[in-house]
């Protein structure tokens, strides 16, 4: 049961354009969210989050979205550079999961210069 | 660097073996998780410790096993391979929960069963 979902494997962005990412989840319980970035051979590193309370939270080029009535939230990046080429990852937790991260399948952003 | 070391890298070894997995986290950290990451899947939560014992269960399988050393190591122990155990392995660490905390991964170890 994938209660986080990344819909689309794979974004190609042209760079200096907005690159939209995009994860769904299912379970209501959930209240904080995180994206991470992976580059290949290496582990995935934190880039954001937002806690259920808020609808937005930005942090430079980057901006998590969140709609909970539709139990969705985007990362958008602003302007997309080519270093920003890599695989991102929604994760969500809830209270009553303790300190487990649901992570989705990842979504592979390429930036085109 | 994230400070996270996890060894071997890589790993190639036969259905029915048992390989053991080890990973050091950062300087300071309690909390140790370990995750799997399989072809075209997310990051599946196996299992966390905290200072030792054993916290959070995720679907980790029966015939893996994991612990947290006095000096904060962990081993993931992966016993009776199948091929459906190829799959990367990262460990992370935490100061504390990961809820709404960083998590600080390794590289990973790419464990391939054949």
């Known amino acids: 049961d994938q209660q986080v979902k990344q819909n689309s494997p794979s974004l190609s962005v042209q760079e200096g354009r907005i690159s939209i990412l995009n994860c769904d989840y299912t379970?209501?319980?959930?209240?904080?969210f995180l994206w991470y970035k992976k580059y290949p051979a290496e582990g995935p590193t934190f880039l954001i989050s937002?806690?259920?309370?808020?609808d937005k939270n930005e942090d430079g080029r980057f901006t998590v979205f969140l709609n909970k009535s539709a139990k969705h939230l985007s990362l958008h990046i602003v302007p997309s550079q080519p270093g920003d080429s890599a695989v991102y990852f929604c994760a969500a937790s809830a209270e009553e999961y303790g300190n487990k991260l649901v992570f989705g399948a990842g979504t592979i952003l390429r930036v085109k210069s | 660097d994230s400070g996270v070391t996890q060894t071997p890298k890589h790993l190639i070894t036969a259905t029915g073996q048992r390989v053991t997995l080890r990973c050091s986290p950062r300087?300071?950290?309690?909390?140790v998780y370990w995750y799997q990451q399989s072809l075209d899947q997310g990051l599946q939560f196996l299992i966390q410790y905290y200072n030792g014992e054993e916290r959070a269960k995720g679907n980790i399988l029966e015939r893996f096993s994991a612990q947290q050393f006095p000096d904060l190591h962990s081993e993931l122990n992966l016993s009776s391979l199948e091929l459906g155990d190829s799959a990367l392995y990262f460990c992370?660490?935490?100061?504390?929960?990961?809820?709404?905390?960083?998590?600080?991964f390794g590289e990973g170890s790419r464990l391939t069963v054949l």
């Open positions: 937002i806690s259920s309370i808020k």
């Open positions: 300087s300071g950290d309690l909390s």
């Open positions: 379970n209501s319980m959930f209240d904080y």
């Open positions: 992370a660490s935490s100061v504390g929960g990961a809820r709404t905390g960083e998590l600080f």
